[in-house]
């Protein structure tokens, strides 16, 4: 909540599941770009030859099947915040060119002639170790260091065993009121295996259990 109100990157990091991105949303929430666009960019669902366009927008007939122009992730996010999720993942030639669009703060959409100036606060996620990236010359050193100006680190779930039970207890009355059924408390013995329990797929895991 500290950093929420800052314009700083932040990078969050943390196992998968711990819920980064749940973590950034709330970042936006807490922010002065509130009631802007929060728009989410999952670098690793995207196949490389289309997260530029994804990101950046095209012109028309920029390339085959550009058939308009594109508003990329950028502009819609424009006033707001972009949340660039599994940035590790992420093609090194396009590492060069983000790291321009977050230098200049423009972009230039692909097949375009002119920059576009852009208005946002970028986060980021990884459930790798970035450092060890730069280090096997996967990751540019120069992006890590716009990226994580800020390092929310989230810790696993099997560290903080308090903090499964409340997220437990959340989620037994969010799913009694979506299924109309009456909320039950966990019982003692309940409780015991769920702080015993060491959840591999941390908060995504505890929440489908």
Not at 9 to 17: A, F, R
Not at 151 to 176: G, I, Q, S, T
Not at 178 to 201: C, F, M, Y
């Amino acid at each position: 909540e500290r950093v929420a109100g800052s314009e700083a990157s932040v990078l969050i990091t943390g196992e998968s599941g711990v819920g980064k991105e749940v973590m950034a949303r709330h970042l936006h929430k807490k922010s002065k770009r509130a009631s802007k666009p929060f728009v989410s960019v999952n670098c690793a669902a995207i196949p490389e030859n289309l997260l530029e366009s994804e990101l950046f927008g095209h012109e028309k007939g920029a390339f085959t099947g550009a058939v308009a122009r594109r508003i990329g992730k950028f502009e819609e996010a424009d006033g707001g915040t972009l949340l660039l999720d599994e940035i590790s993942e992420m093609d090194v030639r396009l590492q060069a060119k983000l790291l321009r669009a977050l230098q200049e703060r423009e972009i230039d959409r692909v097949g375009g002639s002119k920059p576009v100036k852009v208005n946002i606060r970028v986060i980021a996620t990884s459930n790798r170790d970035l450092k060890q990236a730069v280090r096997d010359g996967d990751f540019r050193e120069d992006l890590l260091f716009r990226l994580n100006v800020v390092n929310l680190a989230v810790p696993p779930l099997r560290d903080r065993p308090e903090d499964a039970l409340a997220l437990a207890e959340h989620f037994l009355k969010k799913y009694a009121k979506a299924n109309g059924v009456e909320h039950r408390p966990l019982s003692e013995a309940a409780k015991a295996q769920i702080t015993a329990r060491d959840w591999p797929g941390n908060v995504r895991e505890l929440e489908n259990a």
